[in-house]
């Protein structure tokens, strides 16, 4: 196993297992479509929507593309969903997040149908997630499975400290990790004494939005550290929410920033539009 779990390469692997799933499928008459859109011009959004077409593009997934401007209202939104949500020849709807302060984002993200929400922000997935059952995972906490299994690292038995308790990463992360048979301990910024239950982790999932907050105390030896953070330092240099350098002497393995869970992201969501097709045409 390798102390750096390549990113980059796992999710080229991924993208390489789509295009060909993609190819069979257009042999059966069958396409795959994403919907993005995105209301305002936030700069991060942007590099993220970009990243997004590519990836469609290199799949051969068709991409529909809606650029709002800052000032659509709420119900031009939920109109445009509506719109997508009726459209057979869609398959993936995605807001982009964050959304202007205007517009409710859990309206937004209730009105998206749970069989075109790719993102799996929709309560009705993140139930049965919960639950155990079939649905769309949250692609971030998804590719960290990926990364895990991809790297030959076992989960199960394993106690796994997932810190940070978002709706988005740390509490679909946690359920995701009992779903593979791991002990979990989810901490957050009421967690007593941090450190202390951080350096029980097998496997430590970052996700607490603080660059660098994560070093050499909080980790034990021969730990796997999956960094979900991304900040830019002065001098634009990226960070993640683990101090790297601190930490790479005491673990097994762990995920760099950039070019760990980052492109898995990316890489989930185009799973989920083709299961998405595919779950359509069953």
């Given at each position: 196993?390798?102390?750096?779990?390549?990113?980059?390469?796992?999710?080229s692997?991924?993208?390489?297992?789509?295009?060909?799933?993609?190819?069979?499928?257009?042999?059966k008459?069958?396409?795959?479509?994403?919907?993005?859109?995105?209301v305002?011009?936030?700069?991060?959004?942007?590099?993220?929507?970009?990243?997004?077409?590519?990836?469609?593009?290199?799949?051969?997934?068709?991409?529909?593309?809606?650029?709002?401007?800052?000032?659509?209202?709420?119900?031009?939104l939920?109109?445009?969903?509506?719109?997508?949500?009726?459209?057979?020849?869609?398959?993936?709807?995605?807001?982009?997040?964050?959304?202007?302060?205007?517009?409710?984002?859990?309206?937004?993200?209730?009105?998206?149908?749970?069989?075109?929400?790719?993102?799996?922000?929709?309560?009705?997935?993140?139930?049965?997630?919960?639950?155990?059952?079939?649905?769309?995972?949250?692609?971030?906490?998804?590719?960290?499975?990926?990364?895990?299994?991809?790297?030959?690292?076992?989960?199960?038995?394993k106690?796994?400290?997932?810190?940070?308790?978002?709706?988005?990463?740390?509490?679909?992360?946690?359920?995701?990790l009992?779903?593979?048979?791991?002990?979990?301990?989810?901490?957050h910024?009421?967690?007593?004494?941090l450190?202390?239950?951080?350096?029980?982790?097998?496997?430590?999932?970052?996700?607490?939005?603080?660059?660098?907050?994560?070093?050499?105390?909080?980790?034990?030896?021969?730990?796997?550290?999956?960094?979900?953070?991304?900040?830019?330092?002065?001098?634009?240099?990226l960070?993640?929410?683990?101090?790297?350098?601190?930490?790479?002497?005491?673990?097994?393995?762990?995920?760099?920033?950039?070019?760990?869970?980052?492109?898995?992201?990316?890489?989930?969501?185009?799973?989920?539009?083709?299961?998405?097709?595919?779950?359509?045409?069953?």
């Amino acid at each position: 196993m390798d102390k750096i779990i390549d990113g980059k390469k796992i999710s080229s692997d991924i993208k390489e297992e789509l295009k060909e799933e993609v190819r069979q499928l257009t042999e059966k008459g069958i396409s795959v479509t994403l919907a993005v859109v995105q209301v305002g011009n936030d700069s991060a959004s942007t590099v993220y929507v970009g990243n997004k077409k590519k990836a469609c593009e290199y799949i051969g997934i068709g991409s529909l593309s809606y650029e709002l401007k800052e000032e659509t209202t709420q119900e031009e939104l939920l109109s445009l969903i509506k719109e997508l949500n009726e459209r057979k020849d869609v398959n993936g709807i995605l807001v982009q997040l964050p959304l202007p302060k205007h517009i409710k984002e859990d309206v937004i993200i209730k009105a998206i149908s749970p069989e075109k929400d790719v993102d799996g922000f929709h309560p009705e997935n993140v139930g049965l997630l919960s639950t155990g059952q079939k649905g769309f995972v949250s692609c971030t906490p998804a590719g960290v499975i990926e990364l895990l299994k991809r790297s030959g690292i076992t989960i199960s038995g394993k106690e796994c400290v997932v810190i940070g308790r978002s709706n988005i990463v740390g509490k679909p992360m946690a359920a995701l990790l009992i779903r593979e048979d791991a002990t979990v301990t989810i901490c957050h910024s009421k967690t007593v004494d941090l450190k202390k239950v951080a350096k029980r982790a097998d496997i430590l999932v970052a996700a607490i939005g603080k660059p660098k907050f994560i070093n050499s105390e909080f980790i034990k030896e021969g730990a796997v550290v999956i960094d979900v953070g991304i900040h830019r330092l002065e001098g634009k240099k990226l960070c993640g929410d683990v101090d790297y350098d601190d930490v790479f002497d005491l673990v097994s393995a762990i995920t760099p920033v950039p070019g760990g869970v980052g492109p898995m992201t990316i890489a989930m969501l185009m799973k989920n539009c083709v299961e998405s097709a595919k779950l359509k045409n069953e």
